[in-house]
């Protein structure tokens, strides 16, 4: 078994394990919140709406708020949006601790792929539809084919990208969320 396939194999061993606590610490919420859950007629919804959707709540923490009572303790990413692909609802999260704890060195190489603005707009550019290389090709950040294949790579290796067949690329439905966040950061 080559080295990047053990590395493989170890991360979605550790993704496993995150995600196995992350839904005992929500069974747990969940199962605490029942036991304090008030009677139904002292539950109160939201009276005014807050940004584009009539189901917004009020209160402007309300995820963080939410986040707190049902997983103490974890950060989290969360988004319900829709991409040429589809749509798509996803949330991750992890607990600080483990977060705090981890050797944060192993995570500079899917944040260095991100680090040029050639991959950064490629990745933009695939999310937002286009998908063949004779596509990318067309624009005008390539001098050379080569150029364009090296920023692939790059982001192909790095979990960012995938081929599902010789040509054609897309962002992974579980990186797409990620993505977004990393770019609201960015932005913020």
């Known amino acids: 078994m080559s080295t990047d396939s053990a590395r493989d194999i170890e991360r979605r061993v550790d993704r496993l394990e995150v995600e196995i606590e992350r839904l005992r610490t929500l069974l747990e919420a969940r199962d605490a919140d029942a036991a304090e859950a008030p009677a139904p007629d002292a539950v109160h919804a939201p009276s005014a709406a807050v940004g584009d959707s009539p189901d917004a709540p009020t209160d402007p923490l309300w995820f963080v708020n939410t986040l707190g009572r049902h997983a103490p303790g974890v950060v989290m990413m969360a988004g319900a949006v829709e991409v040429p692909a589809g749509p798509v609802r996803w949330q991750y999260g992890l607990r600080a601790d483990d977060l705090l704890a981890k050797d944060w060195g192993e995570l500079a190489r899917p944040i260095e792929a991100l680090g040029h603005p050639v991959r950064l707009e490629l990745v933009r550019r695939i999310l937002a ?3 063949t290389t004779a596509e990318l090709l067309e624009l005008d950040q390539f001098a050379s084919s080569g150029q364009l294949y090296h920023h ?25 969320v990620p993505l977004l966040v990393l770019t609201m950061i960015a932005a913020s």
Do not use: K
């Open 129 to 131: 539809g286009t998908q």
């Open 152 to 176: 692939l790579r790059q982001l192909v290796s790095a979990g960012w990208l995938a081929s599902p067949r010789r040509g054609h690329y897309e962002v992974p439905v579980a990186r797409i």
